[in-house]
């Protein structure tokens, strides 16, 4: 990719302001010229979707009633999907190292922050509007198919996941935001250590393998604490809407816990990215 192709010619930049936009042009080019941002963000939605339809069509509730959070089950697709979200933010940064790319934009854009910055805001607003596409399909999906598996007002679910009740509505839109710091926090891991699968390994790590050893811990004071600090566990705590006193975090700190995560790691990604050659 040329430079004028990207956007980088310097002979258009003028103000602070008009290089800021120039750059978030030149990484837009580049996100929409790969065909697999598209792909990739389309297959975070699909399979956000279609894990949170089977988890709603594999649970049943009797005519004893039973203790399900319906608004959990059927965001549950959100843990698969998060691992495409985390290959689209670590594609955005792994690509240009691997291919060099990185040097022509860094010569042609020497304010690394702002390069930083312009993938970190295009990255966030794309898993942000995939994100609340998914989100919406899957709370419309067990709001379908809840109901012909005994979650109805008989066994004490009224108003089944209706958007106009808070709780739903605050788990709803928390699991977009959940979904769009599990993309900065992985563009931050990215940033810093450069190698695509490396990062790939260490955010899935800390998404999926984390909740596991948490799991396994016997001291129930130690497995609580692991829950209120690890970024997976602690950040769907954002998705409850039922049994809220048993939870090690609210569920706003518990998503304020991964946005200390995803914070932490861009500042990391954006140290190394200033004072370390490409």
């Known amino acids: 990719m040329s430079l004028r192709a990207a956007g980088l010619s310097r002979s258009r930049y003028g103000s602070r302001a008009g290089y800021g936009l120039q750059t978030l042009h030149a990484e837009w080019t580049k996100l929409r010229t790969v065909a697999s941002t598209g792909w990739l963000l389309l297959g975070a939605a699909v399979l956000t979707v279609a894990v949170s339809m089977a988890a709603d069509a594999a649970v049943t509730c009797s005519s004893s009633g039973c203790q399900v959070d319906t608004a959990k089950l059927s965001l549950t697709g959100v843990q698969a999907g998060q691992a495409v979200v985390a290959i689209i933010a670590v594609l955005a940064v792994g690509n240009e190292y691997s291919t060099g790319m990185i040097r022509i934009t860094l010569t042609a854009m020497p304010r690394r922050l702002t390069v930083l910055a312009a993938k970190a805001a295009l990255i966030a607003g794309l898993v942000l509007a995939a994100a609340a596409v998914a989100v919406l399909a899957s709370v419309l999906a067990g709001r379908l198919i809840l109901p012909g598996h005994g979650f109805t007002t008989a066994h004490g679910y009224p108003a089944l996941l209706s958007l106009g009740n808070g709780p739903v509505l605050r788990a709803a839109c928390g699991s977009v935001l959940y979904l769009t710091l599990v993309a900065l926090l992985t563009l931050g891991v990215a940033t810093a250590v450069r190698e695509t699968a490396v990062a790939t390994g ?12 948490t799991s396994v811990i016997g001291n129930q004071h130690w497995q609580r604490h692991l829950q209120q600090i690890g970024p997976m566990t602690a950040g769907l705590d954002i998705q409850a809407t039922a049994g809220l006193k048993s939870l090690p975090l609210t569920p706003w700190q518990g998503l304020g816990v991964l946005a200390l995560w ?6 990391i990604g954006a140290l190394i990215l200033r004072f370390r050659d490409a």
């Open 262 to 267: 995803a914070a932490g790691a861009l500042i």
């Open 202 to 213: 260490l955010v899935l790590g800390l998404l999926y393998v984390f909740p596991v050893v």
